[in-house]
C-alpha cells in the first residue's frame, strides 16, 4: 500500500526533536558505511531544474529520493520512498517543509558532536523559510541564551527577531553580520548570497560555524580567508561538496583549504574522527537525511493512520 501524504500532513507529522534524532543517525550510519548517499544531479531546461537526489538507508529496510523543480513560478518538492526487501513504493509526499527540518537538525547534529558545550549564544545570517527550523533544531541540542539576528532588509531582521521574541526566544537585530557575531559562540549562515559577505574578521568570536545557504559552485557566504580561519573543517558529504559547495571551492581555489582535511560529519558522529579548534560544517543537503526522516513520518503515519491511500496533494 502506498500512501500519500499532502504537505499539510507531512508537515503535521513533522517533531524537531524526533526529525533531529533520525538525522542523526543517518550520520552515524554514514560514518559506519552502513548508509549510502548518492549526490544530487540537475537537469536544466528553458528556465527550469529538475533536482534528484537518493540514498539507500539498510538499517531502516528503506530506500528513497528527493527531487524538487525549481521554475519562475517556484520550487515544489517530493520525496518518494521505497521498501528495500521488496520494492514496495511506500509513499509519495510533500517535502518542502520535511526539507526545512532535517536541513536545521543537520546543523544541530553537527553542533551538539563539535561544539559540544551546553549553552551558547547564536549568530543567525538569514531570515528566509529555512531560518526559524535553524534555531529551533538548535535549541534541541543546546540552551540557546539569545539570537542576534542579521538580515541585509532592516524590515525582514526586525520581524524575525520579534517572531523569535513572541516564542520565548530571546532575540535581538545586528546592523551587519559582524555585529551578529559579537559575544556569540555559535552561527548559523541560511541565505541565497552568491558573493560572500562574512570575513575572518567578521566570524573571529565563534567557536562553531553551520554554513547551510549555497549549494552552488559558485555561491559563497564566506570569504577564503574566513574558512580559513576554522582549524577543522567538515561536510555532510565530501563527493558531493567537491561538486557544489561553493564556499570551499572558492578556498581551494584560492590555496586556503584542501580537501583532504575535510572530514564527513558522520565520521564523527560514528566515532570515528574528533573536531579541533574552531569548527565549520558546511551543509548543503544530502539524501540521507531526506530518506530518513520520510522513514519516520511513514512509520509515524501507519502507526496512528493519519494518511491514507488517496489523491495526492501539494495543499
Known amino acids: ?22 538525522v542523526e543517525e543517518a550520520f552515524r550510519r554514514q560514518g559506519l558505511g552502513e548508509a549510502v548517499n548518492s549526490m544530487r544531479t540537475r537537469s536544466r531546461a ?120 513572541e516564542l520565548g526566544i530571546r532575540a535581538a537585530t545586528a546592523d551587519s553580520p559582524g555585529r551578529a557575531s559579537t559575544d556569540a559562540e555559535v552561527g548559523s549562515t541560511i541565505t541565497s548570497a552568491a558573493t560572500p559577505f562574512l570575513s575572518e574578521h567578521d566570524l573571529a568570536p565563534l567557536s562553531h560555524i553551520n554554513v547551510c545557504g549555497g549549494n552552488h559552485p559558485r555561491h559563497s557566504e564566506l570569504t577564503p580567508d574566513a574558512v580559513a580561519s576554522f582549524e577543522s573543517i567538515f561536510v555532510d558529504d565530501l563527493s558531493q561538496g567537491k561538486a557544489e559547495y561553493g564556499d570551499l571551492l572558492e578556498a581551494a581555489s584560492a590555496g586556503k583549504f584542501a580537501w583532504d582535511d575535510a572530514i564527513e560529519l558522520g565520521s564523527v558522529v560514528a566515532g570515528k574522527a574528533s573536531p579541533r579548534g574552531r569548527t565549520l560544517f558546511k551543509s548543503g543537503g544530502v539524501a540521507i537525511e531526506d530518506v530518513a526522516v520520510a522513514s519516520l513520518l511513514y512509520d509515524k503515519a501507519t502507526r496512528n493512520g493519519t494518511v491514507r491511500p488517496g489523491e495526492f496533494s501539494f495543499s
Request: net charge positive; aromatic share 6%; with cysteine.
Open 1 to 22: 500500500m502506498t500512501l500519500l501524504f499532502s504537505e499539510a500532513q507531512a508537515k503535521e507529522l513533522l517533531d524537531m526533536g524526533e526529525v533531529v534524532q533520525a
Open 46 to 165: 528553458g528556465g527550469t531544474i529538475l533536482n534528484v537526489m537518493h540514498a539507500s538507508l539498510p538499517y531502516l529496510g528503506r530506500a528513497g529520493l528527493k527531487c524538487y523543480l525549481t521554475s519562475p513560478q517556484g520550487t515544489r518538492f517530493l520525496v518518494a520512498l521505497f521498501d528495500l526487501k521488496d520494492a514496495t513504493p511506500l509513499a509519495l509526499m510533500g517535502a518542502d517543509m520535511l526539507g526545512r527540518y532535517r536541513t536545521g537538525a543537520a546543523s544541530a547534529v553537527a553542533t551538539k558532536h563539535l561544539y559540544r558545550r551546553p549553552s551558547a549564544r547564536l549568530a543567525l545570517c538569514g531570515v528566509g523559510k529555512q531560518a526559524l527550523t535553524q534555531v529551533q533544531a538548535l535549541q534541541t541540542v543546546v540552551a540557546i541564551e539569545e539570537v542576534r539576528v542579521w538580515s541585509p532588509t532592516p524590515s525582514h531582521r526586525s520581524a524575525f527577531a520579534a517572531r523569535l521574541n
